[in-house]
């Protein structure tokens, strides 16, 4: 901690010296924010299930595994730009998931601190636009729909407003091969995306939005024995196959999403379509069988909505999305909608909806390759100023059937994930500092039996899960 301070310090004498010197020429503005996060995990039962879906190996304990801990996760962000804003740089600094006492990283002297780059990027005016029209270089967060990706990447992105209408035009790279063998395969392996979105405003109280991104990875290798090919269910994610497998990936989602607003009604949806091929693939099932090499033709959806109303300090809203899975990994059609990289918050057990949001099972809005189906209903209480309660009641569903042999060999097909509660506080203890309390309960349905342990595993759900956290956050 105290060279993470030494270097904020440093880096802030330089800056505001620089613009001492700078500033009567140039008028630049500089700004420095933070978010400063303690997170605590009171309690759990099944400390081991929160550890990540990609980590399986029967991840469910009989008796369940207890567990709390404490960490911080900090972020600090520095902005230098025109006095008009016509062009700015932006670099933040994170430390993240640092538990208190962990070995290496906060234990006896703290002196091993980890810290990564979280934003790097350079935005500006284009100077022949007469409207906005901007464009944006760096390692950037990007926002292309909150189910798709929306995280941190390297790229360049061209966005604006023209004549009303919203835009944005980009190409992001995800992850870049280490080597490229020769001049015929110069790409070998990069991940790349291209992506557009345009957004309007038909009526008021109403926005409608449109999306486009082709993605892409390895499509010029010839070669499929001399690398992984491999894809397992745990693992259904696009950014998983960042680690120089040798699959060919041409992927197209194709979106619209929209708003509405009337008096105290309102209402969000996204609709999205998946098609393209996963070429000189081996699918596993669930059992973890490998099939043969195979090409695979995609055809995906995704469909949500939230419907809500306001009721002077209480706000209800239904969400519910249907993610759809495969059905069978032994044919050729690939079914399952794929994420590429994204935080989805809806349920504190299954996603990352606990406040050590670090922890999770999944990040992504389904359930490996098998699809999801969420129905939440949500109350948000707003009792005073500065305290705001929620609470909320879940029943969640995969999309296609949990198909597998429990180890004495009994085949098991099921799809009920369960029914979760949580409850949430929120208060305000000065003007930019929160405390949250966050507790969530799954009564969990019988598919859950697949992610338990072999001597528990029999095709009934053995074990409910429960997480109760908090934090306390200081933003600037």
């Known amino acids: 901690m105290k060279k993470m301070m030494k270097l904020i310090a440093l880096a802030a004498m330089v800056l505001m010296f620089t613009g001492i010197f700078v500033m009567p020429a140039a008028a630049v503005q500089f700004e420095f924010h933070g978010d400063m996060n303690h997170r605590f995990l009171l309690g759990t039962n099944h400390n081991e299930f929160i550890s990540s879906l990609d980590k399986y190996d029967g991840v469910i304990n009989k008796d369940g595994v207890d567990d709390n801990f404490a960490e911080i996760k900090y972020r600090f962000w520095f902005e230098a730009a025109s006095d008009d804003n016509s ?40 100077p022949f636009a007469e409207q906005k029209s901007r464009v944006r270089m760096g390692l950037q967060p990007i926002n292309i729909n909150r189910f798709l990706w929306k995280e941190t990447v390297g790229g360049v992105k061209w966005y604006g407003n023209q004549c009303g209408y919203g835009y944005e035009l980009g190409w992001l790279r995800g992850y870049e091969a280490d080597v490229t063998k020769d001049d015929n395969e110069d790409l070998m392996n990069d ?21 486009g991104i082709y993605q892409w990875n390895n499509i010029d290798d010839e070669d499929p024995a001399q690398a992984n090919n491999t894809l397992s269910p745990h693992n259904y994610e696009f950014k998983k196959f960042a680690n120089d497998t040798n699959i060919d990936i041409q992927l197209f989602t194709l979106g619209v999403d929209g708003s509405f607003k009337r008096d105290a009604f309102f209402a969000k949806w996204d609709l999205m379509y998946q098609t393209g091929s996963l070429d000189q693939l081996i699918y596993q099932d669930l059992d973890l069988n490998s099939n043969p090499i195979d090409d695979y033709d995609v055809d995906a959806w995704f469909v949500h909505a939230d419907l809500g109303i306001n009721m002077g300090k209480c706000t209800l809203t239904y969400t519910g999305w249907y993610a759809s899975g495969d059905d069978d990994p032994y044919d050729d059609d690939l079914e399952a909608f794929m994420a590429t990289d994204v935080d989805i918050a809806d349920s504190a057990v299954i996603f990352e909806g606990n406040l050590v949001d670090d922890n999770y099972f999944t990040e992504r809005p389904y359930i490996m390759d098998r699809g999801f189906i969420m129905n939440k209903l949500n109350l948000d209480y707003k009792a005073t100023s500065k305290l705001k309660l929620s609470l909320a009641g879940m029943y969640m569903l995969t999309a296609e059937d949990l198909e597998y042999h429990t180890p004495d060999g009994t085949q098991v097909s099921e799809d009920e994930i369960g029914f979760e509660v949580d409850a949430r506080a929120s208060y305000k203890l000065f003007k930019n500092v929160k405390m949250d309390l966050c507790f969530g309960y799954l009564f969990a349905g019988d598919a859950m039996d697949y992610f338990e342990v072999d001597e528990i595993q029999d095709g009934d759900s053995d074990e409910d899960i429960w997480i109760s956290s908090m934090r306390i956050r200081y933003k600037f």
């Open 87 to 126: 062009y700015k740089g932006v670099f933040a600094t994170e430390i993240g998931g640092l538990r208190f006492g962990e070995k290496s990283k906060l234990d006896y002297s703290g002196d091993d601190i980890r810290m990564e780059v979280r934003w790097a990027y350079f935005d500006f005016q284009l």
């Open 191 to 211: 991940q790349d995306a291209l992506y557009g979105k345009l957004n309007i405003k038909p009526a008021d109280g109403m926005g409608l939005g449109f999306l």
